[in-house]
């Protein structure tokens, strides 16, 4: 059985965490779209790291998982 690291995710969703603080205490558009960009780093992270989960820990079928819907609804079951 394959190890995952969260930890990639996890310094990716502190980054995103420090963003809004900032972005709640300075807001204006350059720092918005900071925040943005970290969470769609943060989500990416995310859903990879649930679809190697489902493909490599959880033997899931990968010809079941084509885009990332198909990802979260299998993941869902």
């Known amino acids: 059985m394959s190890r995952l690291s969260v930890e990639a995710l ?3 969703v502190v980054a995103l965490e420090e963003g809004l603080r900032e972005y709640a205490a300075h807001p204006v558009l350059t720092m918005r779209d ?4 970290r969470f769609e780093i ?3 992270l995310s859903w990879k790291l649930l679809q190697r989960t489902l493909k490599d820990i959880l033997t899931i079928n ?3 998982i084509r885009t990332k819907g ?3 609804r ?3 079951e």
């Open 10 to 12: 996890e310094l990716a």
């Open 70 to 72: 198909d990802m979260f």
């Open 62 to 64: 990968p010809g079941l």
């Open 42 to 44: 943060a989500m990416d």
């Open 34 to 37: 900071g925040v943005i960009q």
């Open 74 to 76: 299998v993941a869902a």
